[in-house]
């Protein structure tokens, strides 16, 4: 039976989230995995938007509980880190100690970003600690994203891929996700 890789993103918001939905699953299956993807998904209605939600959320945790490892696209999504939902997905599925990958499409690492983001008004405090104008530390810890996000694959022995992709092709290019299929794949 083949491994069923949960593959999480914020590709479902995407304009095209169909076709690029379809590609990630092509391509995992091409490597023998079985594809369990958001987007597949019928959600009956509900009164509410809330219970709505909630009815996403309960169904999302049962396919990332079906699955028997993730992949997980944390290039930065509305700001300057991983889509919040990505990183709850990621952080369940290493709690259940399941196989876990992730990758990026941005090559510059998380201090980086967080350096533009504050365009460059950053100064170290008294104990050298990195701050933003507002007071608040940037981790500098040469990691693609929030340290638990990176650290939770890396100590899993799982792969944190890196690809600098065209701007235009952020979360449409498989370059990096391909590679944690391979690195995958070749696992012991």
Sequence with gaps: MPLKLYLA???VFLKDARSV?????????????EPVKPGDIFIEPAPTPREFGLRISSV?????NSADGIIANLTPFRGIAADVGTAFELGYMCAQGKIAC????????HFDRAMRHYEGSVSKDENGRWRG????????VEMI????????VVRRSGLVAVHAAAPDALYSD?????QCLKFIAERP
């Design 102 to 109: 992730a990758y990026t499409n941005v090559a510059d690492s």
């Design 60 to 64: 999302d945790e049962h396919m990332m």
């Design 133 to 140: 104008p507002d007071g608040i530390s940037i981790e500098d």
């Design 21 to 33: 939905l379809d590609a990630k699953a092509q391509l995992t299956r091409a490597y023998g995995f």
């Design 145 to 152: 994203d929030n340290l638990m996000l990176h650290g939770g």
């Design 9 to 11: 993103g914020p590709e």
């Design 174 to 178: 498989l370059t990096a996700f391909e």
